[in-house]
C-alpha cells in the first residue's frame, strides 16, 4: 500500500482518472509477476494484423501470453487490425485501425476499430483512446491510428493517420499538444502519418507514409530535417533515431529497410522481397534496431517476422515458411501456441526490454512496473 500512496501522490496535479490508472497497475503488477515466462527480457511481442491480436512469444516462437480472439473475430474483445504494440513495464500499449472493407473475406464490409488500448496482463482494458466502431476527429475519436508511443510523461504520442495529424495525449483524454497546427505551411502538413517518435533531444521523428519522408519537428512545430534517403523512399512506414545518430527508415513501397545518415545518405540497406517465393510487395511496415546491432522487421505481407545480422544474413525468423503466391502469401496461419504456425499479415514486433532507438518511457531499468517509476 505504502507504494501505491506514493505513486498517487506525484499525481496530483493530474486528473482523477489517471491516479485511479496509477492504483490499477500497482496492484496488478504481482499477478504478473506470477507468470514467469511473460514478459521476460528478450521476448518479442508482435502486433498480427489480420490476426487481429497481439501476441508475445518466447525466442523459440512459443507463445507465452496474447491479447485477441483471432481472424473471425471483429468485436471489441480483440484488436481489430492491430499495427502497433509495446510494451511498458507489464502493461502492453496497441494501436488498431479495424479491416477496411473488401479486404478480408471474414468481414467484407470491413470493421472499424480506431481504438489505442492499454492492457494488463490479464487480458483487461484499462485505458483506451477511440471509439470501437465509430470514426472521427472529435474528442475521443481517432481515424485509423496507425502507431502509439508511452513517453516518460505518462502521455501517449498517437499517429492518427486518417486525420493527417501526431496528437499528444493525457489519461484524462485531452490533446495537449498536435502536428501540424493552423501555423503549418502546405509543405510541412502530413500525408498519411504512420508513426512518431520523441528523440532524446525533445524533437518528434515522425513517419509521413503519404510523403514518403520522415521529418524531425520541434515543439514549436518547426521543422529541422528531413529524411527520404535521398529522395528514394517510397511510402515511409517506420523511423526510428539510432544512437550514432543515423536515422533507420522502413521504405515499405521498395521492401527496404534503410539507414541514413544526418545528411540522409544511404549508409546501409536490406531488402525483404530478394527471396525467390517472397510475395512481389511484402510492404515490410516495422525495422527496429536492437541493442546486439541486429535488425528486426515486420516483413508484413511476407507474413513474418524476420531477424538479420548488419551482414544481411537472417538470423530469426517467425512465421511459416515462404512459399510465394497472392497478396498475402500462401504462408498465412493462425495458432494458439507458436507463432511458427503462423501469422497474418504482422505489421509490427520489438524486443521486450529493447528500447534501442525507441522512445524509452522509463527513465529507471526497463524491467520495472510503473509503481516502481514512481
Not at 533507420?248 to 540522409?264: F, K, Q
Not at 516483413?299 to 551482414?311: E, G, H, L
Request: glycine share 10%; with cysteine; charged share 15%.
Amino acid at each position: 500500500m505504502k507504494t501505491i500512496k506514493l505513486f498517487c501522490s506525484s499525481w496530483r496535479a493530474l486528473p482523477r482518472l489517471a491516479c485511479f490508472f496509477a492504483i490499477a497497475i500497482a496492484a496488478n503488477a504481482e499477478n504478473a509477476q506470477l507468470k514467469s515466462n511473460f514478459n521476460q527480457p528478450g521476448n518479442i511481442l508482435i502486433a498480427d494484423q489480420f490476426n487481429n491480436r497481439v501476441i508475445e512469444a518466447d525466442k523459440s516462437g512459443h507463445i507465452v501470453w496474447s491479447f485477441g480472439l483471432g481472424s473471425n473475430d471483429f468485436s471489441s474483445n480483440s484488436i481489430i487490425g492491430v499495427n502497433d504494440a509495446e510494451r511498458v513495464g507489464t502493461y502492453t500499449l496497441m494501436a488498431g485501425m479495424g479491416a477496411p472493407a473488401g479486404l478480408l473475406s471474414q468481414s467484407p464490409k470491413g470493421a472499424p476499430d480506431n481504438r489505442v488500448l492499454v492492457v494488463d496482463a490479464s487480458g483487461k482494458i484499462i485505458w483506451q483512446y477511440g471509439q470501437f466502431g465509430k470514426t472521427g476527429a472529435g474528442p475521443d475519436l481517432l481515424n485509423n491510428p496507425m502507431q502509439c508511443t508511452f513517453l516518460e510523461n505518462n502521455n501517449i504520442l498517437i499517429a492518427d493517420q486518417g486525420n493527417n495529424r501526431i496528437i499528444e495525449v493525457n489519461f484524462a483524454k485531452q490533446i495537449i499538444w498536435e502536428y501540424p497546427n493552423i501555423h503549418t505551411s502546405a509543405s510541412d502538413r502530413l500525408s498519411n502519418p504512420s508513426a512518431a517518435e520523441l528523440l532524446k533531444n525533445g524533437n518528434i521523428l515522425i513517419s509521413d507514409q503519404g510523403n514518403s519522408r520522415a521529418i524531425e519537428v520541434t515543439r514549436a512545430h518547426k521543422v529541422v530535417n528531413t529524411f527520404s534517403a535521398g529522395g528514394t523512399v517510397s511510402i515511409l512506414a517506420f523511423a526510428s533515431r539510432l544512437e550514432n545518430g543515423h536515422t533507420l527508415l522502413t521504405d515499405s513501397g521498395n521492401a527496404r529497410i534503410v539507414e541514413v545518415d544526418s545528411n540522409d545518405l544511404v549508409v546501409w540497406q536490406y531488402f525483404t522481397g530478394t527471396n525467390p517465393l517472397s510475395v512481389a510487395g511484402p510492404l515490410p511496415t516495422r525495422a527496429v534496431r536492437l541493442s546486439d546491432g541486429d535488425t528486426l522487421i515486420s516483413d508484413q505481407f511476407n507474413n513474418r517476422v524476420i531477424k538479420i545480422d548488419q551482414a544481411g544474413h537472417l538470423v530469426a525468423s517467425y512465421g511459416l515458411p515462404l512459399v510465394g503466391g497472392g497478396t498475402f502469401g500462401n504462408n498465412v496461419g493462425y495458432n494458439l501456441h507458436s507463432t511458427q504456425n503462423g501469422l497474418c499479415a504482422p505489421a509490427d514486433a520489438k524486443i521486450i526490454g529493447d528500447y534501442t532507438g525507441l522512445t524509452s518511457p522509463f527513465t529507471t531499468p526497463v524491467a520495472c512496473n510503473f509503481a516502481d517509476k514512481h
